[in-house]
């Protein structure tokens, strides 16, 4: 039937509208009135012809000469049209029957474009056009231009903004004290001006996001992103969680065997741990040290702490190679105390794995370390006390909390190596209290960075050589490969490569490495040399490892697996090949792996030319700083924080408007978002529900 037809196309029609919408994030009347434009166009005012400028778009009014349809070479539309001021062409090099039919000669046209000089004088590709309407007047505002998505047009969406800022609620969601305080505008005032500026206001300085509209929208973002992570933060406190009272019975036992002192900064993040723990809710802090701080044996205190009140702790680490490590590490200083270490991961024997679960299930087992092995299912963990995560951003926010709830009540703590400049901690880790180590153990000699083109590669091989005939052990990292000419930095680490199985740039990765281990094992025929990747299975990855860590091989030839956590001392030359292929973060974690122990390290990159712009700055931050929380503040600057904490990982929805950059701002909405939860908690959850709706959950994770 005809009418239930058209009942069904429309809504056919109506549900590709609402699919277009709900990629925009557009549901709810706040969604539409906070999705801002990216820019203007001042139809307000019509510019004569004979004023235009090339690249500057504007709006002129014009009668149209004549049109045709052109063959040069192409199929395209041209419309001669004038005012009384200049001629113009016009050319569509795509068009509707119905636009070649309303450019008639003699049609009287609103035209908005940017001109410039064509072949046959002054012409406008693609202009938007209207005839003019007997009587039309101009618009008194801006136009907005919003960021769209295919197939929905700007008229759509801004009907629907109109709408939805007609009918919504745009009551102040900030307390008026506060607002004037910081000097904002009311919201209502600074979205109508955003969404429809009078044209008094220059386009640049509605652009330009200085415009106290604009502060105010980023604040109120910023707001809402702090409030819903200490909103997360608290209502984790107010959870019970066994308090493990220290008895300084096998941590002041572990101090006393340590060959070392802690230092002054290991000895404090220790206290705020062991303070934290011996609480009655849930420790949530985050250990943050530079490569080679000395975050295990903080670990190692911590777990004891829960060993010692009768509960059981786990270490979860995101690589095998890295997991082996803690374990042998853990286990190397915690036998002798008499403390069994449980290890688990994916690759061991069925059997193996079977006991070690058990055990670890029947509570015999206090300390377990592995790889998210430990999330299984199947693996109890009924008495853990204290949950560990180590290079906790490699996990996914699932993950992460997986192991937590292994142990419902669980003390949680999470180790990173990556240093987050301040303002970006302030906002993605406002739900953790962080303990910092700020200095390197005592002894260690700074690592010297050497840039070194390819075209010199033959004499880094000589002083591999060197190195190792002298007793030293050197690593050589891999090139990376790189996809579509892009850095393949994201796809190669380890567990990517897990993910995506066995894909073409894994197989690349891989032939690369035995490429670059076959060429080195025929320059260097009397140095012992052994080969590490991603795709190794991990009794053997295992093996060659610890015959690197017993001085069995001297030159390791590596991929990124090496990134994290591998400490052999011994070892103190790097050499990265193609190192403008790598992320900055990358390359500072690669580096950190020589320079741990007492002998002159050096780090040697490898590079290729041309570099790229991009390159070229990486290397010279590289080159030019070993402090971590530099590197991370330029990699922050060079790359933007969405790439740089990755919006997944964190489990955050990026910043729209607001820049972490912002310290100042970052700074005020957090202190506001401390002020409102207490004093103004109706005010706090409107402005909750304004900028995240229903999205809120992604952030409790
Ligand atoms: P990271 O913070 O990168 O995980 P590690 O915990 O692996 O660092 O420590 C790096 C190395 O420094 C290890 O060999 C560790 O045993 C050693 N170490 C840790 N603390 C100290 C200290 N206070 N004095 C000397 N060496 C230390
Ligand atoms: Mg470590």
């Excluded at 994290?564 to 900055?584: K, Q, T, Y």
Aim: charged content about 25%; aromatic content about 4%.
């Amino acid at each position: 039937m005809p009418c239930s037809s058209l009942a069904e196309k429309k809504a056919a029609s109506a549900n590709t509208l609402a699919a277009r919408l709900a990629r925009l994030g557009l549901r709810t009347d706040a969604d539409f009135i906070l999705h801002l434009p990216l820019r203007y166009e001042d139809e307000t005012r019509i510019t004569a012809l004979a004023d235009a400028r090339p690249g500057v778009a504007a709006q002129f009014e014009v009668d149209v000469v004549d049109s045709e349809i052109a063959y040069r070479p192409r199929r395209q539309l041209l419309a001669r049209v004038r005012d009384g001021s200049g001629a113009l062409i016009l050319r569509f090099l795509n068009f509707y029957p119905s636009q070649q039919k309303a450019l008639q000669p003699g049609a009287h046209l609103r035209i908005f474009g940017e001109l410039h000089e064509g072949y046959l004088g002054p012409e406008i590709i693609h202009p938007r056009f209207h005839v003019v309407a007997a009587g039309e007047t101009l618009p008194e505002c801006l136009t907005p231009v919003y960021p769209t998505t295919a197939g929905l047009g700007q008229g759509t969406l801004r009907r629907l903004i109109e709408k939805a800022l007609a009918r919504a609620d745009l009551g102040d969601t900030l307390p008026p004290e506060l607002r004037e305080r910081l000097g904002l505008p009311e919201f209502a005032a600074a979205i109508h001006r955003l969404h429809t500026p009078p044209p008094e206001m220059t386009q640049a300085e509605l652009e330009a996001r200085g415009h106290p509209a604009w502060r105010r929208v980023q604040f109120d973002e910023l707001l809402a992103q702090q409030l819903s992570l200490r909103r997360a933060y608290t209502a984790r406190r107010a959870r019970g969680a066994p308090p493990l009272k220290p008895t300084a019975k096998l941590t002041g036992a572990l101090l006393k065997s340590l060959p070392f002192r802690l230092t002054a900064a290991q000895q404090h993040a220790w206290q705020e741990i062991a303070a934290d723990l011996a609480q009655p809710h849930p420790m949530q802090r985050l250990l943050q040290g530079d490569v080679g701080s000395g975050k295990t044996v903080v670990a190692a205190l911590a777990m004891l702490q829960a060993v010692e009140a009768g509960h059981q702790a786990a270490l979860m680490a995101p690589t095998e190679i890295l997991a082996e490590q803690h374990y042998r590490k853990l286990a190397a200083w915690l036998e002798p105390l008499g403390i069994e270490v449980a290890w688990l991961t994916g690759s061991l024997k069925k059997r193996e794995k079977e006991a070690a679960i058990e055990k670890v299930g029947a509570g015999e087992t206090a300390i377990i370390v592995g790889t998210h092995a430990l999330i299984e299912d199947k693996v109890e963990l009924a008495r853990l006390g204290l949950a560990i995560v180590d290079e906790q951003h490699r996990f996914g926010v699932r993950q992460r909390l997986a192991l937590k709830e292994k142990g419902l009540y669980a003390h949680q703590l999470a180790m990173s190596a990556t240093p987050i400049p301040r303002t970006l901690a302030m906002s993605y880790y406002a739900d953790l209290d962080v303990s910092v180590l700020d200095e390197l153990p005592p002894g260690r000699s700074p690592v010297t960075t050497k840039l070194v083109s390819e075209s010199r590669r033959d004499q880094v091989v000589a002083r591999v050589h060197d190195a190792c005939r002298a007793g030293g052990q050197a690593y050589w990292v891999c090139p990376l490969i790189e996809e579509n000419g892009v850095s393949a930095e994201a796809n190669a680490s380890e567990a990517n490569v897990k993910r995506s199985g066995r894909s073409q740039n894994a197989v690349l990765q891989l032939k690369t490495a035995e490429e670059t281990y076959a060429r080195l094992a025929a320059d260097l025929p009397d140095l012992k040399i052994g080969l590490v990747h991603g795709r190794l299975k991990p009794a053997e990855k295992a093996a060659v490892m610890s015959a690197f860590v017993a001085n069995e091989i001297h030159l390791l030839v590596a991929t990124t697996v090496i990134e994290v956590g591998v400490d052999v001392p011994n070892a103190s030359l790097m050499v990265i090949e193609h190192a403008e292929r790598f992320g900055l973060a990358q390359l500072h974690q690669l580096r950190g792996r020589v320079g741990r122990g007492t002998a002159q390290s050096a780090c040697i990159l490898l590079y290729a030319q041309p570099l790229g712009e991009l390159a070229r700055a990486r290397l010279k931050v590289i080159f030019g700083s070993t402090d971590g929380f530099e590197i991370a503040r330029e990699d922050l600057r060079l790359r933007g924080p969405g790439e740089f904490i990755g919006s997944r990982q964190s489990g955050l929805p990026l910043l729209r408007y607001a820049d972490l950059e912002d310290a100042a701002l970052v700074e005020q909405a957090r202190a506001a978002a401390e002020d409102m939860l207490h004093r103004a908690p109706e005010a706090a959850a409107a402005h909750l529900q304004r900028w995240l709706g229903g999205r809120e959950e992604l952030l409790k994770a």
